[in-house]
């Protein structure tokens, strides 16, 4: 569970609880490039709609998988599903899921896609399960639902790196340059936290000229992936 407040967000969690509400909906993704606050919402989301799952929420973090078909002894690790002789694993796990109103939270996907899709679809098939998935890419399944994570409002962008710089640097003022630097960053939360983190050493108008500096570098044609380098140039 996350340590810090969740800044904003407001609309979007309603619209993706209300779907996990949803008895038709045994499938959602929640997609968007690294570090727009997937898992952030998908944890969120799926703690609110909680009472709709009456036999239990379970998040399971794809992130260390190296193979697909790990997901089944994943899954089986969260659940308690014990290795039985002579009978498959993914066998008890689909027995244990069968008729529960379970939510599974399965957390960045996209490095194990296309064959992780199979995976989830066979889970997508057994009775009771809904499954909430956070990818940078969505699974082209059946019965997907795709919800493209948005940016951060630019006042909640401003909020999400303020409050991260204060923990650090109590005195420090929202400023034009502080909204500026926001902007520039795309209100990317991940981005916001890594500027933050650099007010300890930089002020934000110092940030501001260093991602300028870079954003020039850009434009000379230096490099190929302005978001890639916007996130170096606040980190580096
Ligand atoms: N609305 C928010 N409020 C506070 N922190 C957020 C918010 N959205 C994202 N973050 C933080 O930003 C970072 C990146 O978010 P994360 O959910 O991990 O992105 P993704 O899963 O899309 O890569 C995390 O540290 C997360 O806690
Ligand atoms: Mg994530």
Request: charged content about 25%.
């Amino acid at each position: 569970m996350p340590t810090t407040a969740m800044v904003g967000r407001e609309p979007e969690l309603a619209e993706i609880v209300e779907m996990l509400q949803r008895k038709d909906l045994r499938l959602l993704t929640l997609s968007g490039p690294g570090g727009t606050g997937k898992t952030r919402l998908a944890i969120q989301a799926a703690a609110e709609a909680a009472e709709s799952y009456p036999d239990g929420v379970w998040w399971v973090s794809l992130a260390p998988l190296r193979d697909a078909h790990l997901l089944v002894s994943s899954l089986a690790d969260a659940l308690q599903v014990e290795e039985q002789p002579g009978r498959e694993l993914a066998e008890s796990l689909a027995e244990r899921l069968d008729g529960k109103r379970v939510l599974l939270l399965l957390d960045n996907a996209e490095h194990l896609l296309p064959a992780v899709a199979h995976e989830i679809a066979s889970l997508r098939d057994a009775q009771g399960p809904t499954i909430l998935v956070t990818s940078r890419e969505r699974l082209q399944l059946q019965g997907e639902h795709v919800y493209a994570v948005p940016t951060l409002t630019d006042d909640d962008g401003v909020e999400l790196f303020m409050t991260r710089a204060r923990a650090l640097e109590p005195a420090l003022q929202t400023s034009s340059a502080v909204v500026e630097l926001c902007v520039r960053l795309d209100n990317l939360p991940l981005a916001l936290e890594l500027a933050a983190a650099r007010t300890v050493v930089f002020s934000p108008e110092q940030l501001l000229e260093r991602l300028s500096q870079r954003l020039d570098l850009l434009k000379a044609g230096r490099d190929r992936d302005p978001r890639q380098q916007t996130l170096r140039a606040t980190i580096e």
